[in-house]
């Protein structure tokens, strides 16, 4: 077998409910992460964060990447940034990245290195990620007010998010509790 079929398959196919989260791929690694980033993260999870999103690595090759989204309504991603570059693209609900609206079908690229945030609509957003690389860093630069205000919004948003059963586009529907 050439080495090219061994990195990248001719032609594969892939199922959502087969793909690992971000965290159990591995595909994704943290860089320079500074002290109140990590303590901010640990009180973010504290209050309940994780409940307020559904990652999964559909696709990962040592040269490409597609990952699916879904964060629930107001779910606010910190200002970070990727060694790599990054093609988005809405499927389903909104999302406001700076002054923007995005909806479905639209998108946005941001180069590597540069740093963004947005925050998903009131129905949630999902987004799918495609990158030319398999394993990427990322590096949060969001801050003190940050972290306390997602805090603050995760312990709020509890109950709203456990009613999120089912996904904008309806991609992924969740049983009650799960």
């Keep these: 077998m050439s080495k090219r079929a061994q990195e990248q398959p001719p032609f594969a196919i892939f199922r959502r409910a087969d793909a690992p989260s971000l965290e159990e791929s591995g595909i994704m690694s943290t860089a320079g992460m500074a002290e109140v980033d990590m303590g901010g993260i640990g009180e973010t999870i504290e209050a309940g964060v994780e409940r307020g999103y559904v990652n999964k690595v559909l696709y990962a090759t040592p040269k490409f990447s ?3 989204l879904w964060y629930k309504s107001g779910f606010p991603l910190p200002r970070h940034s990727h060694n790599v570059d990054c093609l988005y693209v809405v499927i ?18 941001v180069g590597a290195d540069v740093p963004y ?8 957003v999902e987004v799918l990620e495609f ?8 590096k949060l630069l969001a801050g003190d007010a940050f972290w306390r205000k997602t805090a603050e919004r995760a312990r709020s948003k509890q109950a ?3 009613a999120e059963e089912e996904s904008p586009s309806r991609i ?3 049983a009650a509790g799960s």
Excluded at 92 to 109: C, W
Excluded at 131 to 138: C, N, Q, V
Aim: charged fraction near 20%.
């Design 66 to 68: 597609l990952v699916y």
């Design 160 to 162: 709203a998010w456990a």
């Design 117 to 124: 945030a947005y925050t998903a609509g009131e129905k949630g």
């Design 92 to 109: 389903g609900g909104s999302l406001r990245i700076g002054t923007e609206d995005l909806g479905p079908g639209d998108g946005f690229f």
């Design 172 to 174: 992924i529907v969740q």
């Design 131 to 138: 990158r030319s690389t398999g394993t990427f860093d990322i």
